[in-house]
């Protein structure tokens, strides 16, 4: 009944034994779950490891190290005669005074070895096992009591004494949770509890039975430091503790850790005594705490932003080396773990000290409050700072600040927004320029474009674009091959080569067919200039396209007229030249029938009329030709006039056939007319000039004689009069220069055939101001009939 006591004692006094319980096993959940581990890692006092294995043993005594009363159970209470209470704190020596035995047993646990004692309390029999308790550090920090009833020998006279104890011992010992071993001076095993099966699966009574059955389950690399342990513990004579692998049945290895004590007898160490415990779960639990620990600390040193932790009581809990090293503060400073202190030193580094000093001491004062501050040091530096509330659970302990150097980052915006108005002022710039640009080439008279290196047309104007018969925005984006098929074969290779070479080529004057103007030959002056950039080279080029038909035209006409001109000139000197040889030809003979009249005359001879008519006839011939120059000049000048009147061609033709008979000895005249008159209304004159003309003509140009034709006849509202001779004729292409002033044919001999070319050019223009049309059918060495018609008089 008793045994049941203790259980229940630390159960119900006063929440206790939950609360061991609670440390104990939360520790194991924070140290697996991480987060907390921090927590965990706090070292457990000795009051609370007094606490913890007396929980562990169902102590009914916890004392420390001293002596004093930690804990004890009402029962014992009752036994030791303090029901009243006010054991705590007191020394056992007074507290267990009813109690020697239980005394004598604490005694020797407080030496560092396992106390056992039996005796009387509140009318039983008890037993006590009083084992020593050490703490994190090695150091004896108190000892637990474990009390059981047991019936006296005297109570139970059949059962042997020892084998009693021995149970009891045994029930006593399993009941701890952990394997209490003993062994002899050469490690042997002399007991080993039955925990050991089930923290190992290790059968207890193997291990004392099989000599090396322990150590071939210690971890092989633990092997030598528990033996080390073990002789040190033996030789002096002290309690050792040590956490080593021990390897279970299965194989897995169980981090345990024990306490060595040596007992003596007669001052020579007899045997070794020890409670093992199972720590894996601790060790794996520390090991996580510490790795995460690490963890967190490299991770805390490494960042690149400065961060301190202050707690409410403005004590520095934490910090890293870029904090110590951004805000220059010294060793001293930090290692004082005072924030006010170190807010001083670092105040003076900022532009403005006190307002910086202001704010931070007002987040001293604990907050949720989330700051954000930007802070501006005297050598330029920029710092942002974050200060956020530090929380455990519910409540807030502290403040982290974290600084970062945003100096460069500033400056690089800075930077960046002033590169971003350059570029925005650029852009606008540009986009002038552009629309200046446009401007500019939309209203030049001359055909302007920008094309790229694959030859498609980037700007273009619309004088340009409308000579491709499109429009600007039709052309832009496409190739010239496509914009002007007709011409590109001729100047995309030479728009090429300007890109290739990135020397420009200009007024190149070039000929040819535009989509707008197919039918037409058009002439432009064209040059290309290439367009580079520093970067990329040559990216395109701008054409210059000027059209120059007009002014190709005009000199194409200069041309002409020039030859006109010169051939003018030309004529002017031949007529010259001839004109003056046939002025002067009559002159010879004329002065020759002068002079021999003015004989004639001078000898008193009757002048003789051959010499009078030949001198007359000469005169006649300067006449003619005076007449025919005058009429020329009249005919350029229009002033010809035309007496007009009736006139009948048979009676005129008789006339001026009648004149010219005696102009020729050699051919034989004839007409031929209609019987009934031929009434023209024109100039009886001018139609008898060009009659004789063109009979002159017909004997001058047929020097050899033959008949000579003139006939007559009607076609219908026409007379038609031709003349015929059986002359040299007139090569074929001379005949359509005939009635030009001054033209003589090719073969025309120039001795005995005088003339100035000017007969054929007064005749057209006689016959065509009397509405009608003089033309001639003509072979050399055959013979030309010159024909005219002339309407009939209504
Ligand atoms: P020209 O004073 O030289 O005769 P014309 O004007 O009368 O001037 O004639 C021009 C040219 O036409 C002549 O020089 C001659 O070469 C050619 N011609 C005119 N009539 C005849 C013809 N009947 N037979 C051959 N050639 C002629």
Redesign the pocket.
């Known amino acids: 009944m008793f045994a049941t006591r203790p259980s229940q004692a630390w159960d119900e006094a006063g929440g206790v034994g939950t609360e061991v319980e609670q440390v104990t096993k939360g520790d194991m959940r924070r140290g697996q779950a991480g987060p907390d581990a921090q927590a965990s890692s706090r070292p457990v006092t000795p009051h609370e490891r007094l606490l913890q294995v007396g929980r562990g043993l169902r102590a009914a005594l916890v004392t420390d190290a001293q002596g004093r009363v930690v804990w004890m159970d009402e029962v014992l209470a009752l036994a030791a005669g303090w029901e009243g209470g006010g054991e705590l704190g007191r020394s056992c020596r007074e507290v267990l005074s009813r109690l020697p035995w239980l005394l004598a047993a604490v005694r020797t646990a407080l030496t560092g070895e396992q106390g056992l004692g039996e005796g009387s309390g509140q009318g039983q029999h008890l037993f006590a096992v009083v084992v020593p308790v050490y703490g994190d550090d090695g150091s004896l920090v108190g000892a637990c009591a474990r009390l059981q009833p047991r019936r006296t020998a005297r109570a139970e006279p059949d059962t042997p004494g020892t084998e009693h104890v021995r149970e009891h011992y045994e029930s006593l010992i399993d009941s701890i949770d952990g394997i209490v071993w003993e062994a002899d001076a050469e490690f042997r095993f002399t007991f080993v509890s039955r925990q050991a099966e089930r923290l190992l699966g290790l059968h207890a009574r193997r291990w004392v039975s099989e000599p090396d059955f322990w150590a071939r389950h210690v971890h092989p690399e633990d092997w030598g430091r528990v033996m080390a342990t073990c002789m040190d513990a033996l030789r002096q004579g002290r309690t050792h503790e040590l956490e080593f692998r021990m390897v279970t049945d299965s194989g897995r290895a169980v981090w345990m850790r024990t306490q060595v004590t040596a007992t003596s007898e007669e001052g020579q160490p007899v045997r070794l005594r020890g409670l093992m415990v199972d720590v894996t779960e601790q060790l794996r639990s520390r090991e996580r705490v510490e790795h995460t620990h690490s963890v967190l600390r490299a991770t805390f040193d490494s960042i690149a932003d400065g961060v301190i932790v202050v707690d409410a009581e403005q004590r520095i809990i934490a910090y890293n080396k870029r904090f110590q090293d951004m805000w220059g503060l010294s060793d001293a400073v930090m290692r004082g773990r005072n924030a006010e202190a170190a807010l001083r030193q670092a105040a003076p580094l900022t532009v403005d000290p006190a307002a910086f000093v202001a704010h931070v001491q007002a987040q001293f004062t604990p907050s949720a409050a989330v700051s954000v501050n930007v802070i501006e040091m005297k050598d330029g530096r920029v710092l942002e700072s974050t200060s956020l509330p530090q929380r455990m659970g519910d409540a807030i302990i502290g403040r982290v600040w974290s600084y970062r150097d945003v100096t460069q980052e500033r400056r690089a915006k800075m930077e960046r927004e002033r590169l971003l108005v350059a570029e925005q002022n650029a852009r606008e710039r540009t986009e002038e320029s552009f629309a200046l640009l446009d401007t500019f080439l939309n209203h030049a008279p001359v055909g302007l474009a920008f094309v790229n290196r694959d030859l498609r047309y980037l700007r273009i104007n619309t004088a340009l674009a409308s000579l491709h018969g499109h429009s600007r925005e039709w052309e832009l984006g496409r190739t010239v091959w496509e914009a002007n098929p007709l011409m590109a074969p001729h100047f995309a290779p030479l728009m090429l080569q300007v890109m290739e070479t990135g020397l420009p080529m200009s007024d190149m004057e070039m000929s040819g067919h535009v989509p707008a103007t197919p039918e037409e030959l058009r002439h432009w002056r064209v040059s290309y200039y290439p367009v580079s950039t520093p970067s990329a080279g040559v990216v395109g080029l701008g054409a210059v396209v000027v059209e120059v038909t007009q002014e190709h035209r005009a000199r194409q006409e200069r041309e002409r007229l020039l030859k006109e001109a010169q051939e003018a000139i030309r004529v002017r000197d031949d007529f010259l030249s001839i004109a003056a040889h046939e002025l002067k030809t009559p002159l010879t003979p004329l002065k020759l029938h002068l002079q021999m009249m003015k004989q004639q005359a001078t000898q008193g001879q009757a002048l003789k009329p051959h010499h009078v008519d030949k001198a007359l006839s000469q005169v006649s011939r300067l006449s003619l030709l005076i007449h025919d120059l005058l009429d020329a000049t009249r005919i350029e000048a229009g002033r010809l006039g035309l007496r007009r009147g009736p006139v009948e061609l048979q009676a005129l033709t008789d006339e001026v056939l009648a004149e010219a008979r005696p102009l020729t000895g050699q051919h034989t005249l004839e007409r031929v007319a209609p019987p009934e008159p031929l009434v023209v209304l024109g100039d009886r004159g001018r139609l008898a000039q060009v009659l004789s003309?063109?009979l002159e003509?017909?004997f001058?140009?047929?020097p050899t004689g033959g008949s000579v034709r003139l006939k007559l006849e009607r076609d219908g509202s026409m007379a038609h009069v031709s003349v015929r001779?059986s002359?040299?004729?007139?090569p074929d292409d001379?005949r359509e220069h005939?009635f030009q002033r001054f033209?003589?044919?090719r073969?025309?001999p120039i001795s005995g055939?005088?003339?100035?070319?000017?007969?054929?050019?007064i005749?057209r223009d006689i016959i065509e101001r009397h509405g009608g049309h003089i033309w001639v059918d003509?072979r050399v060495g055959h013979?030309?009939t010159?024909h005219f018609t002339l309407p009939l008089a209504p």
């Open positions: 003309n063109l003509n017909a001058k140009y047929s001779d002359g040299i004729g007139i001379q005939l033209f003589r044919a073969n025309a055939f005088g003339g100035l070319g000017l007969g054929l050019y005749c003509t013979g030309s010159f």
